[in-house]
């Protein structure tokens, strides 16, 4: 009789979660879910799954024993409930050491000026005095818990820094003052890294946001200097090494007017910059999760075409009566009949206000076709074109 695959343990039932279901039932690799609430977007396709509170020790617990492995949908995990689950022998990928600098940005950034990294000028500021000696403008951002802009103010004066201390000492977290960085795009490098040390570098690519939300990708970045992606990639590297990770690391960049390249965030899981790999690479990021979490040997990072388009669909404003803007499935019919190669990929979730519930990929030779494609595609769903006829 064949061995069982062992479970992997997955904590958090969003859409990152859900993706990583497709590669494991291809692999035979069985997944138990701790979902947040009964029906989320990773649980309508994981039937191995408890429903609870991933602050309590016990409900991690449960979800762990009998797992080979732990890892994650996002970076919120405390801590000090990590270390209890190494302590009593769970194998937690990746581990608290390395996941707590994806958690607490002042960590981070201490780790990455050790290291000789190179990261916009930054200091933990007490009250608003202390960033005004910091100097404006600047970005104020919450040490930690934020995500898709959450969490981050744009100031000039000390009026508009008030609301970061506001949140700040409600959520019981610091503040991060960090310079208004004169970018000309926001890259971003993934690398897959294993136990054993072997590890996968994707092509760095370029990225662009919407109200603070990853809004669309392109890979690789047109234009980029070999010189300077080739130092995107050993940044990402040499992190994924120094802080010992275990899975997928997103190193978030700036690329600067004068030609440097600075590092933003840093992400240990799958991430919506890598969302291409699923139809553009040979091995897409969520296959290379597992493999890296198991050990077993990673798969290629290599393209499958010249270029790869990810546009995320997003939920549009709602309408005057309530209703939310937008199309899922019934935007399939235009969408798969306009273009037969594009590639959706929608959450399950409902439709509101900028909130992601799909993305889609286009790929080709021509990087304005498939710009072009992913775009129309993503406007379709979102309900920006096609209104006339409703």
């Given at each position: ?99 707590v600098h994806a958690q607490d940005k002042a960590v981070m950034r201490r780790r990455l000026a050790e290291l000789g990294l190179p990261c916009p000028r930054n200091a933990v500021v007490a009250d608003v005095a202390e960033v005004e000696a910091f100097g ?85 970045a047109p234009d980029l200097d070999d010189e300077l992606a080739s130092q995107a990639q050993h940044v990402a590297l040499t992190l994924a090494k120094e802080l010992d990770v275990t899975g997928v690391l997103a190193v978030e960049l700036f690329e600067t ?118 775009r129309h595609a993503a406007a379709w769903f979102r309900g920006d074109l096609g209104n006339e006829s409703e």
């Open positions: 009789m064949a061995e069982l695959a062992p479970t992997v343990a997955v904590i958090g039932g969003g859409q990152l979660a859900r993706m990583m279901a497709e590669p494991a039932a291809a692999l035979g690799i069985p997944l138990r879910l701790l979902a947040e609430a009964e029906g989320v977007s990773a649980a309508q396709v994981v039937p191995d799954q408890l429903v609870g509170d991933y602050r309590d020790l016990d409900v991690l617990r449960r979800v762990t024993a009998g797992a080979a492995v732990v890892t994650f949908d996002h970076e919120h995990v405390p801590t000090e409930h990590l270390r209890a689950l190494q302590a009593e022998g769970v194998a937690t990928r990746p581990g608290p050491e390395a996941l404006f403008p600047c970005v104020l951002k919450t040490t930690r818990g934020g995500y898709d802009g959450k969490g981050v103010w744009f100031v000039r004066d000390a009026a508009e820094a008030e609301p970061a201390f506001t949140a700040a000492a409600d959520a019981g977290v610091e503040v991060l003052a960090e310079e208004l960085v004169d970018f000309r795009r926001e890259l971003s490098a993934l690398v897959a890294r294993s136990p054993s040390g072997q590890a996968a570098a994707y092509p760095v690519v370029a990225s662009t946001q919407l109200d603070g939300i990853c809004h669309e990708v392109v890979a690789p007017n004068d030609g440097r390249i600075l590092v933003n965030e840093l992400a240990m899981r799958p991430h919506n910059t890598g969302h291409w790999t699923q139809d553009g690479a040979v091995t897409s990021q969520f296959e290379n999760h597992l493999r890296a979490v198991l050990d077993l040997p990673l798969g290629s990072p290599a393209p499958r075409e010249r270029w790869t388009v990810m546009v995320n669909v997003l939920g549009g404003p709602d309408r005057e009566d309530g209703t939310a803007v937008g199309r899922l499935y019934d935007g399939y019919p235009h969408a798969m009949a306009r273009d037969p190669r594009l590639r959706v990929h929608l959450y399950g979730k409902e439709l509101r206000p900028g909130r992601k519930v799909g993305h889609v990929n286009a790929y080709g030779d021509d990087l304005e076709d498939c710009l072009e494609r992913a």
